[in-house]
């Protein structure tokens, strides 16, 4: 019998959870809809119909991320309560099945649920603005090829890695916590930058965003310098190791329960 995995264990599992949770989850998403609902509704009021896209972009990023990382990071809330947790922890299933049905249900299913209701929210709204008529209507396409919408996705990915760490390491106020320390690294992250481009750039730096750019004051000059094109796809791969790493450390750290 394999320890780690089995299909029949998994879909008992799977299927066990959505038993118990269904009914919290699609009161989560009648919540989404009304704020989509809201939000979107109120933009239309104020441009008197449609809605940019670049308006609807930004709605589409604040509400994936922030109810994405809210969500992600109550998964295993129930190892925080010591009655669910003893019950969870004698289940006859091993931890990478737990883990794998927190991980489907925080980063693919999760993801599959906003987009429909965003885009049927959005819609929606968009018809009515437009007075019914379904003909003009500007719907922002997130897989555009033409932009860099996509990059939405690689976002959640690292918050989602994040808050599915902090979800397993803190056992109360998961969300809260996770952030608290996110916002610590951040903060080191800009604290430590400035010096550290002092030192490796014989110019006087006015500016020194990490990851984004440099500003070099010279000579009653002023010249910000961007990462070229070519360092993207390195920026691309590390940022992929780092939220593999994450996810990886999240499920070991799942494996030190005990009951």
Known sequence: MNNTFSFRRFSLLFSKHTTEYYKTYLLSVAVLLGLLAAILGFSSYVSG???HEKAQLAIFWVFLLSAGSIFTSMVFSDFGD????ISMLTLPVSHFEKYLVAWLYSFVIFQLIFLVSFYAVDYLVLLIGNS????????????????D?????LFYAILH?????GAIFFEKIHFIKTAFVVLLLC??????NQPIADALFDVKLEKVVPFVSIGIQEGGHYYQISPLPS???VMFGLSLACIGLLWIGAYFKLKEKEV
């Open 49 to 51: 119909g449609p809605i």
């Open 149 to 153: 919408y996509k990059l939405v996705f």
């Open 187 to 192: 903060l080191l992250a800009v604290l430590v």
């Open 231 to 233: 360092i993207e796809p």
């Open 161 to 165: 890695s994040l808050a599915f760490l």
């Open 132 to 147: 019914g008529e379904s003909q003009g209507l500007k719907i922002m396409n997130v897989f555009s090829a033409e932009e």
């Open 82 to 85: 010591k009655r669910k947790s």
